[in-house]
């Protein structure tokens, strides 16, 4: 039995996929979280095989999350199901840990796929982000820059984003104000901007972020 978690802030979107897997005979749902805390926080005591997590959450996003497990619990594996399409995200995830990436609006038969195939320890790539690795090896796509970001680069950019004060992230993350402001300069190099507001249009445009 496949023990799954559904990780998504609108309660609409886990009874569609709570009851999508439950025509599945090998899958169990180990418990539902509508944030990032309290997937974390579940995760604590609760036997779980696959963590389906969303990227847009209140409080800590689906790029915290998955950097806290990868450091906690690295035997559980982590699919991405999001409504940001691939071009956005899913290298840059994928990089960073994921098992797997999805958009929300796949077909069941390949939601199960994917499921089947992460809990097996193999990682499920979608056609469309099959073609981008594709495209970036052949040279007939270049890299976009924030998928050169670490993990916790990429935790930052978005939060900086997203309005969010150099403080408010150090206190988020439980770090120093001084490393946060470390990591900041380093993704404004990497991105080649000069600024916070630079940074939100950077998003913006790469469909990182919504308006």
Do not use: W
């Amino acid at each position: 039995m496949i023990q799954v978690a559904i990780v998504d802030d609108h309660q609409i979107v886990r009874t569609g996929f709570r009851e999508l897997l439950s025509e599945d005979s090998k899958i169990s749902i180990a418990f539902e979280a509508a944030s990032g805390d309290e997937a974390l926080d579940k995760l604590r005591t609760a036997q779980c095989d696959v963590l389906l997590l969303d990227i847009s959450l209140p409080g800590k996003s689906g790029v915290d999350v998955l950097r806290t497990v990868r450091q906690r619990h690295p035997d559980i594996k982590v699919l991405i199901l999001s409504g940001f399409p691939e071009e956005s995200y899913a290298l840059a995830m994928i990089r960073n840990g994921a098992n797997g990436y999805l958009c929300k609006d796949c077909d069941r038969e390949e939601l199960l796929r994917a499921i089947h195939m992460v809990s097996t320890g193999r990682r499920y790539v979608s056609p469309r982000t099959a073609e981008l690795l594709a495209d970036e090896m052949s040279g007939e796509r270049s890299g976009v820059l924030h998928e050169t970001l670490s993990d916790r680069e990429l935790q930052v950019f978005l939060r900086l984003a997203r309005g969010e004060s150099v403080s408010d992230i150090a206190a988020q993350l439980h770090l120093s104000v001084k490393t946060i402001s470390t990591y900041r300069s380093r993704v404004t190099e990497k991105l080649n901007v000069a600024s916070n507001a630079e940074l939100a249009t950077y998003a913006l445009r790469h469909g990182l972020i919504t308006e």
